[in-house]
């Protein structure tokens, strides 16, 4: 076990040695998801999925790495092909889940989901996102995705662009990298800056943060753009919008001559043109791969020999 | 082969030495099921799983059952996925799929249906519930859970509860238990009291039958408590449903001194309060896993080496 | 590697002696798709399912094909369920998923999606039909059953019964055999007849076509019916298509007597009468069973150790 606990539904919940860890274990796992090496550590263990909304990446990327490891995979993909539509309860469905498995991963849109689940279950849980919740998978994988493309994430500049006000994604990992000696910068419309609360969080804690509404600021000195979508929805004047959404639109001229890598959750809508996805800057795909060795550490590590 | 049988598509077809046999199997199959043990005895084995209506709790037992033995799934889990939209019949799918693999298991709204396959297919047929038809492989795991529980069946004595009158789960499962030396209580309000038929066939075998509405009449003396759902859609008049609803309530106050388990099919509503889930009573959600040992036993049995 | 192509997209891709040596393979790996015998060599592997039509014979036979080899599988069996309802594009999702896997296969409504699909990702990509387009798999796999069940390819006389205006399946096959010492005759109503380009292109090449209207005209000497439905879509008189219906309807009591194997890609409506299906003639559900080996065959070529 590289950290203490029984699941995994904050990224909260780890400690800077416990994610330095990880990320050491999802390193070891990369050839085994690449299909260099067998592995069947796994093997005669099985996952729950139990996705209750829609996911590629989240979903596919779990299942792939519980098969790589030798293990299988039981669960549903949206919750009407589950007992919910014959009016059972979430409380029922996941310990019914949980007697059938050796740990279950949950997506739900309801926010608190995971942490409930955990407590009426015996196996580990992963949370693999509730709603305006946490998704800590996703934090680690950005992480490993820095740290394997850069080197240690001490001494990292990060730049976090796009919606930081509603981004459940960049609070996470704002507050991850805030356990890292980095330096952040918060790159936002002003209807759209990172929450007070986070801010006084971090001058609190003698964090370096600088913030702006322009990204030519950044440019030549971050090492990482992370870039989150820019919702319509939360503009109430589509002329408003479509200004701020070219403000902040990334393409490859955009790059030219910096020195960032370009980083996004995904999915992405149109905030990163296509033009960058095969320049060096754009490590997107890369991350997105990074997520199978992640969730293969964690797994490895929850599911009792 | 602990039974004769090609395929398993009503509990009426197994007589009590093969019921014994297959209960005896499904225990050795236990530690597997919880993963203490592996098996890989089907490996490189296929199961098709062809559920025209959704399911939770039979479609991954099965799964996890295939798979803790080694084999893998093919299949869809509603029709909608198939190429029943494309305006296939029955017939083509099943085999097809039956073509794919070593065996099949088949839920579908409409009775008869799991027979009509097994007479298309060479290879062996588990039915998963055929809409008013049979659902054996829940009996077996009914009568697996008491005999787990509480040693022999023979000797027990069991009340049946709430809708007696449609409910298909509790008629095979009495005529099961009828293949045995039991005590059986019926407890229903007068509407949904158990059909004449059966009661004329028990009475004809010299099987001791106890009838009533009130399940404070049972509570001191029998061992299980089988709880079933007692449907809104049954009574013209909302008030009696209400009344009725409440007099076959489940909670941990009604069952405090007595000696029972309680047990149930589930997917349950609320004619078990949640207060009994962490009792020393309620033994629904260990009876949901020990759906997997014996749908094992079925699936070791079946699938030829 | 039986072949050269890092895709399988179309037919069209591969010479004659490409695709005896891919049923060769096929041939070779019977056995293990009839489970009589067990194989490994894609353990720890994982294809990519990526189903944006729903699909029973394809899906399943490619799911069976990967897991007989010991490998596994992730995707999804129709568009909702994937990231594609949140509005991300094809191309996004095929690289993401290309990350997981060892290769894709995948089905889309728009033609020329699977040989895009190629293009983006590394990983081997296959065909599973792409709307009006091409299904190379199906195609390979009904040689393979001509072959398996009537030997050599060449000196067969194959008649290809229908809708063979529109039928994407039919075209492909006609020019399959084409490579082939084959005899062909296009057996349809006027309105359906094969395409002038078609007749062309085999005028062209020296092959041997004889075109009819009248089934009864082939039955004596063809060796195989290859029958695709007739839409009624196709009629602007609903009259006129029940006439053509009729005369086209294969049933045992038209098959007497003469020495022919029915074939048909599935699935069929009725077109073929159920009474075909125990005769000797019917081959339609050990074609389906076909697709299994000759898409291991692929696989295994296809992924690299």
Redesign the interface.
């Known amino acids: 076990m590289v950290f203490s606990q029984k699941d995994i539904i904050s990224i909260n919940d780890f400690s800077k040695k416990e994610i330095i860890d990880t990320l050491k274990l999802a390193e070891k796992m990369e050839p085994?998801a690449r299909?260099q090496e067998?592995?069947?550590i796994l093997?005669?263990?099985?996952l729950?999925s139990l996705f209750y909304e829609?996911?590629?990446?989240t979903r596919?990327?779990f299942?792939?790495a519980m098969?790589?490891l030798?293990g299988?995979v039981?669960?549903?993909?949206?919750a009407?092909?589950?007992?919910a539509?014959?009016?059972?309860n979430l409380?029922?469905?996941v310990?019914?889940?949980a007697?059938?498995?050796?740990a279950l991963v949950i997506r739900h849109d309801m926010e608190g989901t995971a942490r409930y689940v955990a407590e009426q279950v015996d196996v580990p849980v992963i949370n693999a996102g509730d709603g305006a919740g946490q998704h800590p998978t996703q934090t680690l994988l950005d992480l490993y995705t820095m740290q394997r493309l850069l080197g240690e994430i001490d001494e990292l500049h990060v730049a976090l662009v796009g919606d930081l006000k509603y981004g459940r994604t960049v609070h996470s990992l704002a507050y991850a990298l805030a356990k890292f000696d980095v330096k952040m910068s918060f790159v936002a419309p002003k209807e759209l800056q990172m929450p007070k609360e986070i801010l006084h969080d971090f001058s609190k804690s003698g964090i370096h943060v600088n913030e702006t509404d322009d990204i030519h600021d950044v440019l030549n000195y971050v090492d990482v753009l992370y870039v989150t979508r820019i919702q319509k929805e939360r503009f109430p004047d589509p002329q408003e919008y479509s200004k701020i959404k070219g403000a902040y639109l990334i393409n490859a001229k955009l790059l030219e001559g910096s020195n960032v890598i370009v980083m996004h959750p995904?999915?992405?809508?149109d905030e990163i043109s296509?033009d960058v996805?095969n320049t060096p800057y754009g490590k997107y795909?890369?991350q997105?791969?990074y997520g199978?060795p992640v969730r293969m550490a964690l797994l490895k590590s929850l599911i009792k020999k």
Do not use: W
């Open positions: 085994i299909s067998k592995c069947d093997s005669g263990k099985l729950g829609p996911s590629t990446r596919l990327s299942e792939a098969q790589r030798g299988g039981i669960g549903f993909a949206e009407g092909v589950s007992s539509t014959k009016g059972e409380n029922d469905t310990r019914i889940v007697e059938y498995t050796d995904l999915p992405r809508v296509h996805d795909f890369e997105a791969f199978v």
